[in-house]
């Protein structure tokens, strides 16, 4: 028997999140990161203006930040010039405005110098550092690592990178701002998951070597920066979420351990900031070689219309489709010399085709006018993407079919992951239960692969309801939605996919939890997808 769920206890966590999730809308991650670092360069000026024990004055910074961001987006048109390849439009600024906070300290001369070698070499390894066009390092831990091994080496009127943003002054700055901007990207299971590593090895250095002052360590290193900053860059991160959490850890150790290796009798390496990132870059390197997700792969695309403002974005991949697993995403980009900054030039889509499956497909949506991004794709502008990235974790169990229930609930454009996934399924399907829900008739989309899976046992609805679309929060209707049988004991073990734009997903998930209580204490059994638009 169900029951009733109290909207009041499920719509104050969608309340609270409602500003981000209408920013999510316009704002792509990288776009969310490169707002914070303004802000964050704001509210530095701010600091320098009114503190005058902040150690640098405004024209130092304006100094700086003009050095940085120049050299970064100079040098990286220079080398794409050269090699003839379109660079992403605001990956260059975000960049620089990275080194800017990381890089420059000391004397005056020395400062500048070391910022513009910082930002060439960043702009250089976008294209030397790079595995089958696919980039292996970060390019700001790149330009700083390269700074530390020439200060290292003793080059004349370079310093170490002197990570100055790690100043009282900026703490609270840098605490509101690195909050919102790890929000709209999603990422507070990564930077716990940091903060927590970083504290036990602070707890435990102190305990064997003594000395460590945890608030010293909070105001005075670059922790909080690098968590929300740095860490989640999407190509030099690992994109499955058990590899995530390694990685994330991984770099939170090294960066607090205090610990040296003696390479040479004249070399020591000090896990420093930079080197704790290198690390961490590398191992993410590693596992995209170990799952073969590390190429770029080049498509030729054309795009159709699907539905009502919903296209197909279909691509024949040069060197072999991509490896994927059914239900995962890609983050496509297209590059262009044209492209305005803040335009930027990657989205993230889920794959529609089938793993192996040629062309590649992916399948969009658009409300009222379309950015310039997917604008570019729908009036033929744009006929070459790239598959930049490949990840996240909402695949089916690996025993299903054979084993086990699946409920995929959707709404609107959300079938996209669910599409991919019943292209992959072979066999008898009796133990998967599809729900599509739409706002108008109009947008009803891949309605023969519905009908193939109906064909093979699944339970398929597609259900025309407006007040649905936003979510379910009704524990009635949902039982009525997916299926009687799926109450009670007959529910255990199944596992239940959400997709679609935020308040979907987080209502939907709440009534889930209410009528099937047993994921309450198996979370995991709760999978879900937002699609934030943009």
């Given at each position: 028997m ?5 909207t009041?206890?499920t719509?104050?966590?969608?309340r609270l ?12 991650p ?24 902040f ?5 130092e910074?304006?100094?700086?930040l003009l050095?940085?961001?120049?050299v970064?987006?100079a040098a990286t048109y ?6 003839r ?6 990956s260059w600024?975000i ?6 906070f990381?890089v420059?300290?000391g004397?005056?001369?020395t400062a500048?110098?070391?910022i513009a070698?910082?930002a060439?070499i ?6 030397v550092?790079?595995w089958?066009r696919?980039?292996?390092?970060n390019?700001?831990?790149?330009g700083?690592?390269g700074c530390y091994?020439?200060a290292?080496a ?6 170490f990178p002197?990570?100055w943003?790690a ?8 605490i509101v ?5 790890v929000t709209?990207i999603?990422?507070?299971l990564?930077?716990a998951v940091?903060v927590v ?8 250095v102190?305990l064997?070597?003594?000395?460590q ?11 909080l920066f ?5 860490l ?5 991160s690992p994109?499955r979420?058990?590899h ?7 770099v939170?150790?090294?960066?607090h351990c205090?610990?040296?290796?003696e ?6 390496l000090a896990?420093v900031?930079?080197?704790a ?7 993410a390197f590693?596992v995209?070689l170990?799952?073969?997700?590390a ?5 030729d695309v ?9 296209y ?12 994927f697993?059914a ?6 980009s297209?590059?262009?010399w044209s ?7 990657r ?8 793993p192996?499956e040629?062309?590649?497909?992916f ?10 991004f997917?604008a570019a794709?729908i ?8 598959v930049?990235e ?7 169990p690996r025993?299903f079919?054979g084993k ?6 959707a709404?609107?454009v ?5 599409v ?5 399924l072979?066999?008898?399907?009796s ?7 739409l706002r108008?008739?109009g947008?009803?989309?891949?309605g ?6 109906g064909s ?9 309801a407006p007040?649905l679309a936003d ?5 009635d209707r949902?039982?009525?939605l997916v299926g009687?049988?799926?109450d ?6 199944a ?5 679609g734009?935020p308040?979907?997903v987080?209502?939907?998930?709440s009534?889930?939890?209410?009528l099937?209580?047993a994921?309450r204490?198996r979370p995991?059994?709760i ?6 638009g943009?």
């Amino acid at each position: 028997m169900t029951t009733a769920v109290s909207t009041r206890s499920t719509s104050v966590l969608p309340r609270l999140l409602a500003p981000f999730d209408a920013a999510r809308r316009h704002l792509t991650p990288y776009r969310a990161v490169l707002c914070g670092l303004v802000l964050l360069a704001v509210a530095a000026f701010v600091v320098s203006a009114v503190d005058a024990d902040f150690g640098y004055g405004p024209d130092e910074l304006a100094a700086w930040l003009l050095v940085a961001v120049g050299v970064s987006g100079a040098a990286t048109y220079l080398f794409a010039a050269i090699l003839r390849v379109p660079p992403n439009s605001d990956s260059w600024l975000i960049t620089g405005l990275i080194l800017f906070f990381v890089v420059p300290g000391g004397s005056e001369d020395t400062a500048m110098a070391t910022i513009a070698t910082a930002a060439a070499i960043a702009a250089a390894s976008k294209y030397v550092l790079a595995w089958r066009r696919r980039l292996i390092l970060n390019p700001a831990v790149a330009g700083a690592v390269g700074c530390y091994a020439l200060a290292y080496a003793g080059v004349e009127g370079l310093s170490f990178p002197f990570w100055w943003v790690a100043a009282e002054p900026l703490l609270i700055p840098m605490i509101v701002i690195g909050a919102a901007v790890v929000t709209l990207i999603r990422e507070w299971l990564l930077v716990a998951v940091f903060v927590v590593a970083s504290l036990v090895t602070i707890g435990v250095v102190e305990l064997v070597r003594g000395g460590q002052d945890l608030s010293t360590w909070i105001v005075s290193s670059p922790m909080l920066f690098v968590a929300a900053i740095m860490l989640p860059e999407p190509l030099t991160s690992p994109a499955r979420q058990p590899h995530r959490l390694i990685y994330t850890a991984l770099v939170g150790v090294l960066m607090h351990c205090q610990y040296t290796v003696e390479v040479t009798d004249s070399y020591t390496l000090a896990f420093v900031p930079e080197v704790a990132l290198l690390v961490g870059s590398l191992y993410a390197f590693a596992v995209r070689l170990a799952t073969r997700t590390a190429r770029r792969v080049r498509l030729d695309v054309e795009t159709t219309p699907l539905a009502d403002r919903t296209y197909a974005l279909r691509g024949e991949p040069a060197g072999g489709a991509p490896s994927f697993r059914a239900g995962q995403w890609s983050s496509v980009s297209v590059p262009r010399w044209s492209a305005p900054v803040w335009a930027g030039s990657r989205r993230v889509f889920s794959f529609v085709s089938a793993p192996k499956e040629v062309p590649v497909e992916f399948g969009f949506t658009v409300a009222g006018e379309p950015s310039s991004f997917k604008a570019a794709l729908i009036d033929g502008r744009a006929r070459r993407t790239w598959v930049d990235e490949i990840g996240g974790d909402f695949v089916l169990p690996r025993a299903f079919p054979g084993k086990g229930r699946v409920v995929l609930l959707a709404s609107g454009v959300g079938i996209t992951p669910f599409v991919s996934m019943m292209r992959s399924l072979s066999g008898d399907l009796s133990g998967l239960t599809v729900v599509h829900v739409l706002r108008e008739p109009g947008r009803a989309v891949y309605g023969d692969v519905l009908e193939n899976a109906g064909s093979k046992g699944a339970r398929v609805m597609t259900v025309v309801a407006p007040e649905l679309a936003d979510g379910v929060d009704d524990a009635d209707r949902l039982a009525e939605l997916v299926g009687a049988n799926i109450d009670g004991a007959d529910s255990d073990g199944a596992h239940y996919y959400v997709s679609g734009p935020p308040a979907f997903v987080e209502r939907t998930s709440s009534t889930i939890r209410h009528l099937d209580p047993a994921t309450r204490l198996r979370p995991w059994r709760i999978h879900t997808d937002s699609f934030t638009g943009y």
